[in-house]
């Protein structure tokens, strides 16, 4: 079972920049799609940004568009979300989570079996 450990969620101001690391324990996870997503208090966990197993496919939420980079590197076992320009309602804890496929994307939580534990991102205005 493949294990996922985020990082570099810390308090940052508005407009700083942040990248958020997911790191496998497997090398299965080479084969995965990968999703970000985040959860602010009180409010339900929602899609940010997903990429594909070889890195070709990216595709992000109407809300960090234009903002936010998703990329990968099969060979350290890490997904990375760059976040630029971040605003205080980006502050969430961000989660990476992983689904073997060698073709499906998906945007919905319920997908994807294998998920960290989280980081927290804060953004103070």
């Known amino acids: 079972q493949v294990q996922l450990v985020e990082s570099g969620g810390r308090l940052v101001q508005a407009g700083d920049s942040l990248r958020l690391s997911c790191a496998a324990s497997?090398?299965?996870?080479?084969?995965?799609?990968v999703g970000w997503f985040r959860q602010a208090p009180g409010k339900e966990r929602e899609f940010v940004a997903g990429?594909?197993?070889?890195?070709?496919?990216?595709y992000y939420s109407d809300s960090v568009k234009g903002r936010f980079a998703i990329s990968r590197d099969n060979a350290k076992l890490t997904v990375y979300l760059r976040m630029n320009s971040l605003k205080p309602e980006d502050t969430a804890v961000y989660y990476c989570?992983?689904?073997?496929?060698?073709?499906?994307?998906?945007?919905?939580?319920?997908?994807?079996?294998?998920w960290g534990q989280g980081t927290q991102v804060t953004v103070s205005s």
């Open positions: 497997d090398g299965t996870f080479s084969t995965h799609s």
């Open positions: 990429i594909s197993w070889s890195g070709t496919t990216s």
């Open positions: 989570a992983g689904r073997s496929s060698l073709g499906q994307l998906s945007t919905a939580a319920s997908w994807y079996p294998y």
